[in-house]
């Protein structure tokens, strides 16, 4: 079974600090994604990575970064963060032309 | 821009009935199909894949797709409450890493 980790189920931090979520899969996916979910308005994607070292901007990029520094990991990076970042913040992995597997998904609560 | 759409509900359905949930994408050139099941609070989670035109089936789930009319559905029969959840519609271009996703319908069944 496809196994995708993420650091922490539930975070809280305060407006401006740096905050960093990880994502590791065991599958050996070339493919990883972050998402962002808010209720009513679905999956919104904030960076993808296609490749070690590789990342392209989704549709919600601005106020994050990315790292992928090796094949089964992931990073997240909000720099400055905010209220308005507070979400559920979910990684996906897949095979390229295959489906998608999600981790648990971190609950982000920015005070 | 290439769109899915699907209708956001609430679509109450009565125990032991078949539910039926819809999909439609925009691109013609989409190759791959898929049904995930996302519970409150959770990850989404996949429940069917389809790829040619015509139904698939995997226990009380069937997945229909016609290419020609550009939407995919997902059946359920013999409902129970545990199907309650909001379920995602995914489609994927034959080139493209990522997967275009539909904001989700949610299923309330009804005991």
């Known amino acids: 079974d496809v196994k995708v980790t993420q650091s922490s189920r539930y975070l809280v931090k305060r407006t401006g600090e740096k905050v960093f979520l990880e994502c590791v899969q065991d599958?050996?996916?070339?493919?990883m994604f972050w998402y962002r979910q808010d209720p009513g308005l679905g999956l919104r994607l904030i960076y993808f990575s296609y490749d070690v070292k590789m990342k392209e901007k989704g549709d919600i990029p601005e106020g994050y970064s990315v790292s992928r520094e090796k094949k089964e990991r992931f990073s997240l990076i909000l720099e400055s963060a905010s209220t308005n970042q507070t979400s559920m913040y979910l990684c996906?992995?897949?095979?390229?032309?295959?489906?998608?597997?999600f981790g648990p998904g971190t609950r982000l609560l920015v005070l | 821009q290439k769109e899915v759409e699907q209708n956001s509900g609430p679509l109450s359905v009565p125990e032991g009935a078949i539910a039926s949930l819809n999909c439609t994408y925009s691109?013609?050139?989409?190759?791959?199909f898929f049904w995930y099941r996302q519970y409150s609070g959770k990850s989404p989670e996949l429940i069917m894949s389809i790829y040619s035109n015509g139904d698939k089936e995997d226990g009380r789930f069937t997945a229909q797709l016609n290419k020609a009319s550009q939407y995919v559905s997902l059946l359920i029969r013999d409902s129970q409450p545990s199907d309650s959840a909001t379920y995602l519609c995914a489609v994927n271009q034959d080139s493209n890493y990522q997967l275009i996703w539909g904001a989700g319908t949610k299923l309330i069944i009804k005991p």
């Open positions: 599958m050996d996916h070339e493919n």
């Open positions: 691109d013609r050139g989409s190759q791959s």
């Open positions: 996906a992995s897949m095979r390229v032309k295959e489906t998608q597997y």
